[in-house]
């Protein structure tokens, strides 16, 4: 009998479904929905760095993605054999004591501070700053050695202190905190015992400072020097951790009914994007897979071997299993990739939005509607093709890709962008070009950083929207790199990631590394260093990196 899984990939902007074939791996349909209450960008607030989501917006897409891509397949339901959700990270939400997230509580359901807190929210910086300061002067364990040395602001234990610090009324409520991964499969299985719930390890091992070396997470005295919530809070959080190859649990009554699977249908622990991701490209030992979208992820694996008990500093954390059981999965990544070139583009619309496509007594509101299209359809293209025309003896400004901080290497969310060498020679192009180039250079920071602690890298695998869609930006990147780059040829590598694992958990297939062979993505572009640029590309990077030593020591002094 045929067989099917569904992968669910929660983005920041929109969670996409995708139902595969097990036997062919091929992908029969799939589904997007961009969440409404996000797109409002209803309680958020971009100059305090707040970027919160509504569950209600997570728990709409699940159904109608999975809905959508039942009925694009004509597929019976039940032949779907297993689920496997994968989403961004950090994310946390309060919950009661049910489970049930604090936003759909009477009473909270306007409160941002109730909302799931998005990976890009930085409101706990000054959080973070503590956790790093206490990790090394408390006396015990520094939790955070396995986290590259530095804890985040995007990262668990800081947004709840932050959350809980800032409001009572959700403090006294949140009975517990759930990553994003983890609330929408226990939604979704039938045992809703929260104290047994299989967490995942990729979600706290990455973020929440878990290992099982010291017995899980934080000690309660650890804590307790942050806030006698977060104390209280570690018993009713978990101990045990579990790699998303492995059953939370078989889909509940309610939800089977609803989307019109069978209730043997196995539901997989949850993970996050990049992770999945990695696993959809056919991830390799020696491979550095980079999710590239509004941020990135970068991930590798290594055997126990070559890691061992090293620990690799400035990066975003070192767990087994987090990707591909029985290796070791490292994480890096930019805080903002392609929100760089989406802020610049934000930055030069600002006159089109308030000024042509206001002009209702020259234009008709169809006209508008039509403009709006194609600007849109040709605004990045379109400045892609000038900059790429550029000659190298142009002056091209330099910029730095910290537009929303630095998340790797040595993680530090008070760093602020910067451009430099303007002159009135400098266009829309040349800054476009600058910024290219810096995100670019973000990139090989993180990159020598790997190479620099004796993790090996021969080849660089791109997923993601900006991987398919800018020749201009992964030549560049291969450039700057020197090194090849595959593009895999699926827009949903998360998501095929997660049906891997689906396809693991429902005992479909052995394991992980088998199943991606079949269920993983193929390969449609490879783009090679040019000798002639690498040299020019060495050059630019040198001044990238006096720019960065130079902002960074002035926001230094001034903190």
């Not at 990976?119 to 790093?132: G, V």
């Not at 995942?200 to 006698?228: I, N, Q, T, V, Y």
């Not at 973000?442 to 869609?469: C, L, N, P, W």
């Not at 992980?512 to 040299?535: C, H, N, R, W």
């Amino acid at each position: 009998m045929e067989t099917y899984v569904i992968g669910l990939d929660y983005g920041t902007d929109s969670v996409r479904a995708v139902l595969v074939d097990t036997t062919s791996g091929k992908e029969l349909a799939s589904d997007t929905f961009w969440y409404p209450r996000w797109k409002k960008q209803l309680y958020c607030d971009a100059s305090l760095n707040r970027f919160r989501q509504h569950p209600l917006d997570h728990i709409e897409g699940l159904e109608k993605t999975i809905k959508g891509v039942i009925e694009k397949s004509g597929v019976n339901g039940e032949a779907v054999k297993g689920i496997c959700i994968d989403t961004t990270g950090s994310s946390p939400v309060p919950v009661t004591e049910d489970g049930t997230p604090l936003a759909l509580v009477e009473g909270f359901t306007d409160n941002p501070n109730a909302m799931m807190v998005l990976w890009k929210d930085h409101t706990a910086i000054k959080e973070a700053n503590e956790i790093n300061e206490l990790a090394e002067t408390w006396g015990g364990e520094n939790y955070t050695k396995y986290e590259g040395g530095i804890y985040s602001s995007e990262w668990f234990w800081a947004k709840i202190t932050h959350i809980v610090r800032e409001d009572e009324a959700v403090k006294n409520a949140a009975y517990s905190w759930m990553e994003h991964c983890d609330i929408m499969t226990y939604i979704l299985i039938e045992d809703t015992d929260l104290a047994s719930f299989k967490r995942s390890r990729c979600g706290a091992g990455h973020k929440a400072m878990w290992h099982e070396s010291w017995g899980g997470l934080p000690s309660e005295e650890f804590l307790g020097k942050l806030h006698p919530y977060c104390a209280d809070l570690r018993s009713r959080l978990y101990n045990e951790t579990y790699t998303s190859d492995e059953v939370a649990g078989k889909i509940s009554k309610e939800w089977a009914s609803k989307l019109g699977l069978s209730e043997d249908t196995v539901i997989a622990v949850g993970t996050f994007d990049a992770h999945s991701g990695a696993v959809g490209a056919k991830v390799e030992e020696h491979a550095l897979v980079r999710v590239m979208g509004t941020s990135t992820c970068d991930i590798i694996v290594s055997p126990y071997d070559v890691v061992g008990d090293k620990t690799v500093r400035g990066i975003c954390g070192q767990v087994d299993g987090s990707v591909i059981p029985g290796m070791v999965g490292l994480e890096a990544g930019q805080s903002a990739f392609g929100d760089v070139l989406a802020w610049f583009k934000n930055v030069l619309s600002w006159p089109l939005n308030h000024l042509v496509y206001n002009s209702s007594e020259v234009l008709s509101e169809e006209q508008i509607a039509a403009l709006k299209e194609e600007v849109d359809k040709k605004f990045i293209k379109e400045l892609a093709a000038e900059a790429e025309a550029l000659e190298l003896n142009e002056s091209i400004p330099v910029a730095l890709d910290w537009i929303n901080g630095r998340r790797t290497p040595d993680a530090n969310q008070e760093l602020k962008s910067a451009i430099s060498n303007l002159s009135l020679g400098s266009k829309a192009p040349h800054i476009f070009k600058a910024l290219v180039n810096s995100i670019c250079f973000g990139a090989k920071e993180i990159v020598d950083r790997f190479k620099e602690e004796g993790v090996e890298i021969k080849t660089v695998i791109g997923i993601g929207g900006v991987a398919r869609k800018s020749a201009y930006i992964m030549q560049t990147l291969a450039n700057t790199l020197n090194m090849p780059i595959k593009v895999a040829a699926s827009d949903e590598a998360p998501a095929l990631g997660s049906a891997v694992y689906a396809a693991v958990a429902a005992g479909i297939y052995e394991d992980v590394i088998t199943a991606s062979k079949t269920l993983g993505s193929d390969f449609e572009a490879e783009y090679y260093p040019q000798p002639e640029m690498v040299g020019e590309f060495e050059k630019q990077m040198a001044a990238y990196k006096e720019l960065s030593h130079f902002v960074e020591e002035s926001i230094t002094k001034k903190s």
